[in-house]
């Protein structure tokens, strides 16, 4: 784990979660005038977190928990985003919104737990 990439996506997230939140909250910001914009929005400046504060796992456990919890996420996210951006309703952006922080939480946890600030690799083999 790399603190400025933990850090780097927090911000990315919160960037992206105040700009939808603008969206629920009527806050009248340009370009972000409708509940399409903000899934949009939203969809894009997430996956610019996940990409910046991904995990450099050669490969994904599919029986860890935590993997487990953000495919369930990343689906949820993924079908409020595509039902969303048909019906341009507030309430898939609120589920995004949730399925967001709730994907940034359960990556930064394994982050923390898995990695720590001096991960020591024991061999296989």
């Given at each position: 784990?790399k603190?400025?990439k933990e850090?780097?996506?927090?911000?990315?997230?919160a960037?992206?979660?105040?700009?939808a939140?603008?969206?629920?909250?009527?806050w009248?910001w340009?370009?972000?005038?409708?509940a399409?914009?903000?899934?949009?929005v939203?969809g894009?400046?997430?996956l610019?977190?996940c990409?910046?504060?991904?995990?450099a796992a050669t490969s994904l456990?599919?029986k860890?928990?935590?993997?487990i919890?953000a495919?369930?996420?990343?689906g949820?996210?993924v079908?409020?985003a595509?039902?969303g951006?048909?019906?341009?309703?507030?309430p898939?952006?609120i589920?995004m919104?949730v399925?967001?922080f709730?994907?940034?939480?359960?990556?930064t946890?394994?982050?923390?737990l898995?990695?720590?600030?001096?991960?020591r690799?024991?061999p296989?083999?």
């Amino acid at each position: 784990m790399k603190l400025w990439k933990e850090v780097g996506a927090t911000l990315i997230t919160a960037a992206a979660l105040t700009l939808a939140l603008s969206v629920t909250q009527g806050w009248n910001w340009p370009l972000l005038s409708d509940a399409r914009a903000g899934i949009i929005v939203l969809g894009v400046v997430g996956l610019g977190a996940c990409i910046l504060g991904g995990s450099a796992a050669t490969s994904l456990p599919i029986k860890d928990p935590f993997v487990i919890a953000a495919f369930v996420a990343i689906g949820v996210l993924v079908g409020a985003a595509a039902i969303g951006l048909f019906v341009n309703t507030v309430p898939y952006l609120i589920v995004m919104m949730v399925a967001t922080f709730g994907l940034w939480l359960l990556a930064t946890a394994r982050h923390l737990l898995e990695g720590g600030a001096n991960p020591r690799f024991a061999p296989t083999a």
